[in-house]
């Protein structure tokens, strides 16, 4: 096999266009604060479009499940993290290198960048040769990278490379200061003075005393004085400064671009395990989703909402995990029950999910399978447009109606307590018009309401309800469950709380 | 470089640990006349002669004769001793005149310190060299002895030369010789300072050389950053050099001062013995046994601590105790039973630090701990009773007392009635006796 991309495993997948621009349903179900939480302190990598452009196919997600499984080894993640460690170094010597005024300074920078890179490209096929891999992009790699560290040109690069920074390693030079002026000379083995004065006085040691060298602090930069002993160096010793010059000018180009590619787009894997990482810390549990763009059964265990959870931990806060699944002809979620209790949270849960198993990633829960869309659509209600009812209604429909006449079987839509504005009894009629559209479309769906009839609107339809502490009814459990709208659940707790249950009462008046 | 005037192989240590009890035995012992006589006014001497008396108790048989013996050339050379102790400190006081150079951040400023203060001890070295030159033959003793070879040695003319010599060319007057290599961005790295050769070239080097071997740049006069930065260059070349000669500069110091330190000792020693002398007070040097043998015999021993406050002379007692372990002092009250029991402690205490005794003759064995266990007076604020105030002391004595140790008791025990008060004292001093402990017990019962 021959290796194209970690990402992609064959040429036609790659992303023709890389683009900047977050899918519209980002916002909606918070995966741009996760894809911001996931690419921070990477923006070198320019990871986002990556995470942009969902994946079509089942054997394309099982490209990156493996390699992401791979690298969740700890010997070869960190193999590979040394190796984006010198990828970088290399790269900000290079700017230094750019950024430098003089010639000699400049190119020795270079010099060094290229002497990182050799020895991350060396490093990493060591590495890799040892290392347990299993998944097909890296067993591709591994010899990609094996051959090319093997190439003539690398090799050659690498004897180049030592021998030019050797030659000026091991120049030795004098410069005699005066107030006003310096002079440079061939080093000719002048005695060391300093050890020289010690030994004068070694008669008087008597234990440790303080210890008065200064601490120089070295800038990265030359000043016009060390440039100019440098020049007065380089025509003392002329030869390993025209070895550098010839160097440099024959290998600007000695960066290999698949190697550059794999720097960047590895950052892809690692940047998503460092992330869930944390997650993983706190005890929420991950896994590898069984893909699949046929069966609409899907479900999820303990999964969670990845953007609330992560602010959930960072202020040590406990995260609560929901299940679900479809079954049969199941196809539409309709959540109900008091507000706060995480509904919203459910239908986010839903939508990210399903996107982030469209990455190729692990995702929140113990167990999953789960659906390989075409679409994602959402439909949220936005509290600032309520000024405007009527515009806004319009606005919905038209909204709406544009979504069902896109969605495909293959889709998904994320309804969120839509028609606010207007009447109970409009709403009520609008929401069992559109709630037949989509039962047409056979899209899959989560719709958020607080209309108890659609949750028994047919067998496509499936009844979630958030759940209250029954106890205590103001206390929120932010548990999603399968069970009938009966508008009871609320009611029930309350009671429970004043011991009127049934079961209570009949305990209670003692007849 | 050591002076090994208290220890023959190890310096003397002011800042080592006293026994905890020190107060109890200083109070109890009126340490403080003593301390006093031998400082006269100076706080140095003070804390030497404190140190050296109340940590005698660690010295061994032979610590204790080394020290009689260069205390013995003291006593006979006490003038040049003085001058010497009196070159360690002008030495010191006027080197740390030039202690500007400690907050230096510059090692040129720190080199530049270094430079005045090391003037100013090679002059008192060259002074105590002399003295040695002059006066060695006056000594016996090993450590005098050792000390005056030492100076000959090392600080021959030669050596003087040569120091002389470091200390001109550090001055740089023909520029600062470093030499380097490249590092990261060519710039220079692993600086260090080289001593430029004296000769110049032979003509015959000079005729064929080619191409030229040096280049020289000279600044623009307006060039302020290029001065800057040259003279940072200067300083990183002269950065270790500034730092040994500035640990040499410590290394030194602490020689002069590990000299006056121990030489302060025997100037007080000297001190105690000029005002005994003068009142016609004898003196001695004992004659110290093992800490296993029971010896204690003498003769006219006095309290040294009485001596010092009255103006005539006061009466010393004889007495043979060897072979005992426990010796009891009665008689009435007013007799003189604590004055004696000082004085044996006292003496104790002179003899283990290597001083001469108050006495005619004096011989006892050392003793690896010494404990004083004294009728306190009541104390107001005290909120345990007295019997517990006692016992809670002895209970610490017990805490840190050692075989062969020496307690003395001054009506010990005598808080509550006869009865009670007997047993308890005869049960402790029983165990203390089984435990090789050497008693001393003054009481009125």
């Given amino acids: 096999m021959t290796f194209h991309s970690i990402l992609f495993e064959r040429i036609e997948d790659g992303i023709k266009k890389e683009t900047l621009e977050a899918p519209i349903y980002f916002a909606d179900l918070n995966l741009d604060q996760i894809i911001d939480a996931i690419t921070a302190g990477k923006q070198e990598y320019n990871l986002k479009p990556f995470f942009y452009t969902p994946l079509k196919d089942a054997d394309s997600v099982k490209y990156r499940h493996e390699i992401m499984q791979d690298l969740e080894n700890e010997a070869i993640f960190e193999n590979v993290n040394s190796f984006a460690r010198k990828m970088r170094a290399m790269r900000e010597h290079v700017m230094q290198a750019e950024r430098l005024y003089y010639k000699h300074e400049k190119e020795s920078w270079f010099l060094s960048a290229v002497e990182i890179y050799c020895d991350a490209v060396t490093g990493l096929a060591h590495d890799l040769t040892t290392a347990d891999l299993k998944s097909h992009g890296f067993l591709a790699f591994r010899e990609y990278v094996t051959n090319y560290a093997k190439s003539n040109y690398f090799v050659y690069l690498l004897t180049e490379t030592e021998k030019v920074k050797a030659d000026l390693s091991a120049v030795k030079y004098c410069v005699l200061i005066n107030d006003d002026s310096f002079t440079v000379s061939k080093y000719k083995s002048e005695i060391d003075y300093s050890a020289d004065v010690e030994a004068a006085f070694a008669k008087f040691k008597q234990g440790a005393v303080k210890d008065y060298g200064i601490i120089f602090k070295d800038s990265l930069d030359m000043n016009h004085i060390e440039a100019k002993i440098v020049e007065f160096v380089a025509r003392l010793y002329p030869a390993p400064f025209l070895n550098l010059d010839n160097y440099c000018r024959m290998n600007a180009d000695y960066l290999d671009e698949t190697i550059a590619a794999f720097d960047r787009e590895v950052q892809f894997y690692m940047a998503y395990l460092d992330f869930i990482a944390l997650f993983k810390h706190a005890g929420l549990k991950f896994c590898y989703p069984n893909v699949s763009d046929q069966c609409k059964e899907g479900y999820d265990r303990e999964g969670f909402d990845l953007a609330l959870a992560y602010s959930l931990i960072s202020e040590g806060s406990s995260v609560v995990c929901n299940d679900f699944y479809l079954k049969d002809k199941e196809r539409i979620f309709v959540v109900s029950g008091p507000n706060q209790g995480g509904k919203t949270t459910f239908a986010r849960t839903f939508g990210q999910l399903h996107y982030l198993a469209a990455m190729g990633c692990p995702v929140p829960g113990s167990d999953a399978r789960l659906f390989l869309f075409d679409r994602i659509f959402t439909h949220f209600e936005r509290e600032e447009d309520i000024t405007n009812l009527r515009g806004k209604l319009q606005d919905d429909l038209i909204r709406i109606h544009d979504i069902l006449n896109r969605a495909t079987p293959n889709s998904i839509i994320i309804m969120n307590e839509i028609f606010t504005s207007t009447t109970l009894k409009d709403q009520i009629f609008l929401s069992k018009k559109i709630i037949e559209k989509i039962i047409q479309s056979e899209s899959l769906c989560v719709w958020v309401t607080f209309i108890d009839d659609l949750a028994s609107f047919g067998e496509q339809t499936v009844s979630m309800v958030s759940m209250v502490v029954p106890h205590n009814p103001t206390l929120r459990t932010y548990k999603i469950e399968r069970r009938p709208a009966d508008g009871l659940a609320y009611a029930m707790s309350i009671a429970e709380k004043y011991r009127l249950t049934y079961d209570c009462l009949k305990e209670r008046i003692g007849l | ?445």
């Fill in chain 2, 1 to 445: 470089m050591k002076a090994f005037l208290m220890h023959r192989d190890q310096d003397f240590d002011l800042r080592q640990q006293l026994p905890p009890h020190e107060q109890a035995l200083t109070q109890d012992l009126e340490l403080n006349t003593l301390f006093n006589a031998m400082a006269l006014g100076d706080k140095f001497l003070l804390e030497t002669a404190k140190h050296a008396v109340l940590s005698g108790l660690n010295n061994d048989l032979n610590t204790i004769l080394y020290r009689q013996s260069i205390l013995k050339d003291c006593l006979k050379n006490h003038d040049i001793v003085r001058h010497m102790y009196g070159i360690a400190v002008e030495s010191i006081e006027k080197g740390k005149k030039s202690v500007w150079w400690f907050s230096g951040r510059y090692p040129g400023g720190i080199l530049r310190g270094s430079i005045e203060a090391l003037q100013v001890f090679v002059s008192g070295l060259k002074k105590l060299r002399a003295i040695a030159d002059e006066h060695s033959d006056k000594f016996e003793s090993e450590g005098f002895t050792t000390l005056f070879r030492t100076l000959k040695k090392e600080l021959s003319d030669e050596y003087f030369t040569v120091i002389q010599n470091h200390l001109i060319n550090l001055e740089f007057n023909e520029g600062v010789l470093i030499s380097a290599e490249l590092g990261k961005g060519n710039k220079g790295i692993n600086y260090a300072l080289r001593k430029s050769p004296r000769e110049k070239k032979g003509w015959f080097e000079r005729i064929f050389t080619k191409k030229p071997s040096a280049y020289t740049f000279r600044l623009h006069p307006r060039d302020t950053r290029g001065a800057t930065a040259l003279s940072e260059l200067k300083n990183r070349g002269i950065n270790l050099v500034a730092n040994a000669l500035a640990q040499s500069t410590d290394h030194i110091l602490g020689f002069f001062g590990m000299l006056r330190t121990e030489l302060s000792f025997y100037i007080g020693c000297m001190n105690l013995h000029r005002q005994l002398v003068q009142k016609g007070e004898p003196t001695c040097f004992p004659l110290p046994a093992t800490s296993g043998e029971r010896r204690h015999s003498y003769q006219k021993l006095y309290d040294v601590g009485l001596s010092l406050t009255m103006k005539q002379r006061i009466v010393g007692n004889d007495g043979n105790a060897n072979g005992k372990s426990i010796i009891v002092i009665t008689g009435a009250n007013q007799g003189g039973k604590t004055t004696f029991l000082r004085s044996i402690g006292s003496a104790q205490l002179m003899m283990q630090c290597g001083m001469f005794v108050p006495a005619e003759s004096f011989s006892a064995s050392i003793c690896s701990g010494l404990f004083t266990h004294y009728k306190r007076e009541e104390d107001t604020t005290m909120k345990s009773g007295k019997l517990d105030e006692e016992l809670g002391r002895m209970s610490n004595i017990v805490d840190g007392i050692t075989l062969n140790s020496m307690v003395l008791l001054n009506e010990s025990f005598a808080a509550t009635n006869e009865r009670e008060g007997s047993e308890i004292a005869r049960q402790i001093i029983c165990a203390l006796l089984e435990k090789g402990i050497k008693i001393f017990f003054v009481t009125h019962q």
